[in-house]
């Protein structure tokens, strides 16, 4: 059983900055990608940030230059540093991984974290 925990949402002010982490846990052999999506209330869940296993990483047009999204493989925990937030930041972020559970099987499973809410209100 994998999970994927994510901490550091809550409510912000205009401009300011958020970290968001999220730490998998479980029967994990590798983990390939691992990214931040977010859906605000009434729309879809959208790309935030990704970042491969070597580092690699794509942002969300909208977040470019605001966002960095870094990740620990010693500790299987991505982090989504949020900065000049806005308040059409506001959604529920969820965490995406793609686990590979042992060495026998060379199948990745998408899995998805239970969600952090920010919001950026003054």
């Known amino acids: 059983q994998v999970q994927l925990v994510e901490s550091g949402g809550g409510l912000v002010q205009p401009g300011g900055s958020l970290r968001l982490s999220c730490a998998a846990s479980?029967?994990?052999?590798?983990?390939?990608?691992m990214g931040w999506y977010r859906q605000a209330p009434g729309k879809q869940r959208e790309l935030v940030a990704r970042i491969t296993s070597g580092g690699s990483t794509n942002f969300a047009d909208s977040v470019k230059g605001r966002f960095t999204i870094s990740r620990d493989n010693a500790k299987n925990t991505v982090y989504l540093q949020m900065n000049s937030l806005k308040p059409e930041d506001t959604a529920v972020y969820y965490c995406?991984?793609?686990?590979?559970?042992?060495?026998?099987?060379?199948?990745?499973?998408?899995?998805w974290g239970q969600g952090t809410q920010v919001t950026v209100s003054s």
């Open positions: 995406n991984a793609e686990i590979r559970y042992t060495s026998y099987s060379r199948v990745y499973y998408n899995r």
């Open positions: 479980g029967s994990i052999f590798s983990i390939n990608d």
